[in-house]
């Protein structure tokens, strides 16, 4: 419980694609994926709630990127399309322990991974 390890970072090109994987074993009440820019604030990409079949996308993210979870592989994935320059950043694997109203959100999570860089380049 608590050990999450990112997976799938890499280079890409402006339209590409890329599959973000996160190794997540154990319950949570959510789990998601966010990012960070230098010099910026963390922020949530795309969450869910497995027993609320419930998901969060950020706006900038909304028909780009899916997020995918396996729980008999205790695997949570992000596949990222028509990438832009912008999605570059540290993304994270993250999860909350039990309920709460605020479920995406960077200081509302208990568990982090290391992350992972994505970089999208022309």
């Known amino acids: 419980q608590g050990q999450l390890v990112e997976s799938g970072g890499g280079l890409v090109q402006p339209g590409g694609s890329l599959r973000l994987s996160c190794e997540a074993s154990?319950?949570?009440?959510?789990i998601g994926w966010f990012r960070q820019v230098p010099g910026k604030e963390r922020e949530g990409v795309a969450c869910?709630?497995?027993?609320?079949?419930?998901?969060y996308y950020a706006d900038s993210v909304k028909g780009r990127f899916t997020i995918s979870r396996d729980t008999a592989k205790n695997t949570l994935d992000l596949i990222m399309n028509s990438l832009k320059p912008e999605d570059t950043a540290v993304y994270y694997c993250?999860?909350?322990?039990?309920?709460?109203?605020?479920?995406?959100?960077?200081?509302?999570?208990?568990?982090w991974g290391l992350g992972t860089a994505v970089t999208i380049f022309s």
């Open positions: 993250a999860a909350k322990q039990t309920y709460g109203t605020r479920w995406c959100e960077t200081d509302a999570m208990d568990y």
């Open positions: 154990g319950l949570y009440y959510s």
């Open positions: 869910r709630i497995d027993s609320e079949y419930a998901t």
